[in-house]
Each structure stands twice: as structure tokens, then as C-alpha cells.
């Protein structure tokens, strides 16, 4: 299984391909109307910077993520599983316009999802 994720950010481009579909990603957020009012005042450049952390360490990279707990940083943010959804969809967008098979798209879907909880704090038991 890790030797597949492997091939998987290597096959997304490794750490230049990765960071390309980051950026994607958060130029395709902050053009949703339901999704850019959550990014308000957030320093863009270093979310940019922990999300391709965090992503391509999720991926199975050689990169370390040195950002915060991802149940802490979304909590009480309101996002629903819908925000979470969307977020994801262009996630996949920004994946498949590097040209990335179905097969890898669906992959890397499958390892978002595993944080959905900690995102949209349906784990949380403090709210
Ligand atoms: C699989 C989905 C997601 C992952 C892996 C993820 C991951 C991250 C990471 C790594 C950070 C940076 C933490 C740090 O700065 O130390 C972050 C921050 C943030 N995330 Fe997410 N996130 C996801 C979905 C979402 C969604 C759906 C929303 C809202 C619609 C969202 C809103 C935010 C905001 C507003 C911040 C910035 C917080 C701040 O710097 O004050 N995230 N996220």
C-alpha cells in the first residue's frame, strides 16, 4: 500500500507536481462563493506552504508536516460536511488537471476523506 502512495506523489509530479495542484486548489476555493468567505484574513501564503506539507506527507512524500493539529485549526469554523465536499471536489479538479488518471484521482479522494471527521468536527466531543 505505501509503495503505491509512493508511486502515487510520484506519479502527481513529486514535490513541483504537488505544490502545482496546492496552488490550483486554493485559486479554485477562493473563487467559490461558498468557500472563499472561510479564507477571509488567513495568510494564504502559509497555508499554501502547511497544506503542501500536509498533503504530500498524506500521499505518502518524503515531506514532513510541521502545522497545526488538524482537528484544533478547523474546529468552530462551521464547516459542514458540504464545505468539506466541495473542498475536496476541487481538490480533485486541480489533480486532474495535471492529468491524473481516474484510478489516481479517486486515490488521493480516498485519503481526504479519511480527515473529514477532523475537519468538519462531526469526532468532536467538545463541539
Ligand atoms: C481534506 C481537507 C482539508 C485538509 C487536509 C486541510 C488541511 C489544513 C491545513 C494543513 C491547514 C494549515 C494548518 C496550519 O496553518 O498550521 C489548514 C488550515 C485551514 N483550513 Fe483546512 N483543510 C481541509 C479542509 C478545509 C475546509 C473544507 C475548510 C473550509 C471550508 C478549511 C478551512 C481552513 C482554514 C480557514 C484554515 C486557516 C486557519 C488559519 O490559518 O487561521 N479547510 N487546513
Redesign the pocket.
Known amino acids: 500500500m505505501s509503495e503505491q502512495s509512493d508511486r502515487l506523489f510520484e506519479r502527481l509530479g513529486g514535490a513541483e507536481g504537488v505544490q502545482v495542484i496546492i496552488n490550483e486548489m486554493y485559486d479554485r476555493v477562493l473563487r467559490d462563493d461558498t ?1 472563499a468567505p ?2 477571509t484574513g ?2 494564504m501564503e ?2 499554501r506552504r ?2 503542501y506539507q ?2 504530500a506527507s498524506a500521499l505518502d512524500g518524503p515531506v514532513e508536516y510541521t ?2 493539529e ?1 482537528n484544533a ?2 474546529r468552530g ?1 462551521g ?1 459542514t460536511a458540504k ?2 465536499a466541495k ?2 471536489g476541487h481538490f480533485a479538479d486541480a489533480v486532474e488537471a495535471r492529468g491524473a488518471s481516474k484510478e489516481e484521482i479517486d486515490q488521493c479522494l480516498g485519503r ?1 476523506a479519511t ?1 473529514k471527521d477532523k ?1 468538519t468536527g462531526e469526532a468532536n466531543v467538545d463541539g
Open positions: 468557500l472561510f479564507f488567513v495568510p502559509r497555508l502547511m497544506q500536509f498533503i502545522g497545526a488538524l485549526i478547523h469554523r464547516i464545505h468539506f473542498f475536496c481526504l480527515y475537519i
